[in-house]
Nanobody
Framework: QVALVESGGGSVQAGGSLILSCKASGYSSTVGCMGWFRQAPGKEREEVARIDSDGRINYAESVKGRFTASQKKADNTLNLQMNSLKPEDTATYYC??????????????????????WGQGTLVTVGS
């Protein structure tokens, strides 16, 4: 059974830095595409960064130049280095990837267009 587990959230003052980490487990092979999303109180979930199967990374405009996503394919880990944090970055951050299930010895994974496997989230609070 696949799972994503985030870690690294916490509280920091504006201008500070945090590193989030996401570990994918249970997949039959390397997870090529993964992403970070966030949801602030009272707001919809938004995409923060996405790594596609070719290793290209796309960032939300609001975090470009401040956040850096990096992937360690060898251990299915996705990190998010967050610098120059702002109070508006306060949110619960979620790691996501395509879901995979296995039956009869064959595993089926959603395409990179579908992020439907989610972690439990980690809270980031940025004080002003």
């Amino acid at each position: 059974q696949v799972a994503l587990v985030e870690s690294g959230g916490g509280s920091v003052q504006a201008g500070g830095s945090l590193i989030l980490s996401c570990k994918a487990s249970g997949y039959s092979s390397t997870v090529g595409c993964m992403g970070w999303f966030r949801q602030a109180p009272g707001k919809e979930r938004e995409e923060v960064a996405r790594i596609d199967s070719d290793g290209r990374i796309n960032y939300a405009e609001s975090v470009k130049g401040r956040f850096t996503a990096s992937q360690k394919k060898a251990d299915n880990t996705l990190n998010l280095q967050m610098n120059s944090l702002k109070p508006e970055d306060t949110a619960t951050y979620y790691c996501a990837a395509p879901h995979e299930y296995c039956t009869g010895g064959t595993c089926y994974r959603e395409s990179c267009d579908t992020f439907n496997q989610w972690g439990q989230g980690t809270l980031v609070t940025v004080g002003s």
